[in-house]
């Protein structure tokens, strides 16, 4: 039930590592060198000025002192460089300063209380059963287009309130690119890009009406902040923004527990036997296969840190993924096993003030999707002569295609 990656032999080469390579996505995440690079030079300096850390204790740390590693201080997606000054209404939750930063993701969390959660889960299981019907009239289902990727933009727009329409656009936006646009981003109109333009429509309608039909809308154009409500344009940037944090993650999440279910029987018997064991499944997933190898945060002083000297507007990455993987913490770090005494010790969704407010959302969505699959098949089978995308790596949008055993 464990799937031990051989430790590289020896070498004297020079270590070289780019946190931001695009071919992990095909190939996968170089486990051996960030072992390497954990024993060698735990604070990498992957180019001048930018560091990556890579044991558990210093990403902990870094990512809890947000005084001297700021995340809003980071590199502005969608927008290249040059572009300076972004107004203040388009800044995503984790560009927003202190305190307006803690204000705003009170309203970002209260979206997503355990009260929503739990109204949503219905529907969820209602969705998860409709994916499996239309999987088990294919002869080949495809574990990542109907089943992955589905689930968390329909588990969004619940969270929303929003209707089935709204599925098919998160759907899009999640592919298309366009929800790494902002209204700044060269080539974008003014209006925005496509989230933006359905967001303002709605949320003009829902202020036409004499009271808003839609909790979460009326939770974000009752608020006050300071005394102020927020303007339409920093509601559209937030509603954009937790699509784009929370469709892509939790869908790699989804495609990872998949993925291992479809390849390794021994993990589907021992769930299927005791669903208890579900959640360590999922924990297991997140520390061993993180969906987030790596944030970036700017230093804002000189500091010496762990033998490392940082200095100010130095780029550090935080290397999660690596973090996860650190023989300090973890025995066999890189093998999966379903039995670790500490299952939610991972850095998975972060830490500190900026740690994932979407953590339970993604939690219920894989909890349901899985409990559902064991629920309405006997096993699965991967298919003959297919290749099957690395773990983790599922960010390349590859097939997963499996044999679907009915009970
Ligand atoms: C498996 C799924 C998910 C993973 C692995 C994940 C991971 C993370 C991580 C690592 C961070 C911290 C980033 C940093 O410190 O720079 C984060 C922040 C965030 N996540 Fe998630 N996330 C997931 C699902 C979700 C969902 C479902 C939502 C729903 C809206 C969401 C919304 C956010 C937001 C808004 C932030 C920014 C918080 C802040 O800066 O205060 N995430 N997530």
């Known amino acids: 039930m464990s799937q031990d990656i051989p430790t590289p032999p020896e070498t004297t080469e020079a270590l070289s590592f780019n946190p931001h390579d695009p071919r ?11 072992a390497r690079i954990r024993r060698e030079q735990p604070i990498f300096e992957v180019a001048e000025r930018t560091w990556y850390l890579s044991r558990f204790q210093d990403v902990s740390a870094a990512l809890t002192d947000v005084e001297t590693f700021r995340a809003d201080l980071g590199l502005i997606t969608g927008i290249p460089a040059g572009v300076a000054v972004i107004p203040e209404e388009q800044h995503y939750l984790s560009e927003i300063q202190e305190p307006r930063h803690k204000a705003v993701r009170r309203l970002i969390t209260a979206s997503m209380s355990s009260v929503r959660l739990k109204a949503i889960q219905p529907k969820l299981e209602e969705e998860c059963h409709r994916l499996v019907d239309a999987m088990l009239a294919k002869p080949v289902a495809n574990l990542h287009d109907d089943y992955a990727m589905a689930i968390p933009a329909f588990a969004m727009t619940r969270i929303m309130d929003l209707d089935d329409d709204a599925v098919g656009h998160f759907m899009r936006w999640s592919l298309d690119g366009t929800l790494m646009q902002r209204p700044m981003t060269p080539g974008v109109p003014p209006e925005g890009p496509a989230s ?13 009406l004499p009271k808003p039909s839609n909790d979460l809308m009326a939770l974000l154009l009752d608020a006050l902040i300071e005394g102020e409500p927020l303007t339409d344009a920093e509601i559209i940037t937030q509603l954009h923004f937790m699509i784009q944090a929370g469709v892509h993650t939790t869908r790699s999440l ?7 279910l479809v390849q390794d029987r021994d993990i589907w018997n021992a769930i299927a036997a005791d669903p208890t064991k579900v959640p360590l499944f999922i924990e297991e997933s997140l520390r061993r296969d993180s969906p987030v190898q790596r944030t970036t945060r700017r230093c804002t002083r000189d500091t010496e840190f762990n033998g490392a ?11 999660i993924g690596s973090a996860n993987h650190d023989e300090a913490i973890y025995d066999s770090p890189d093998a999966f096993q379903l039995g670790r005494s500490e299952p939610r010790k991972h850095l998975a969704f972060g830490a500190g003030s900026h740690v994932c407010p979407g953590a ?3 939690r219920l969505e894989a909890q349901i999707s899985v409990v559902t699959l064991l629920d309405r098949l006997d096993h699965m089978e991967m298919v003959e002569g297919a290749t099957y995308p690395p773990l983790p790596g599922s960010l390349g949008h590859q097939a997963i295609p499996a044999s679907l055993f009915a009970k």
């Open 196 to 208: 933006h333009i359905f967001f303002a429509e709605y949320l003009a309608h829902q202020r036409s």
């Open 360 to 362: 339970a959302l993604a």
């Open 309 to 319: 000297v940082i200095r100010k507007d130095d780029w550090v990455e935080m290397g």
């Open 254 to 260: 989804l495609t990872h527990l998949v993925n291992r």
């Open 24 to 34: 992990f996505v095909e190939e996968g995440i170089p486990f051996g060198t960030l």
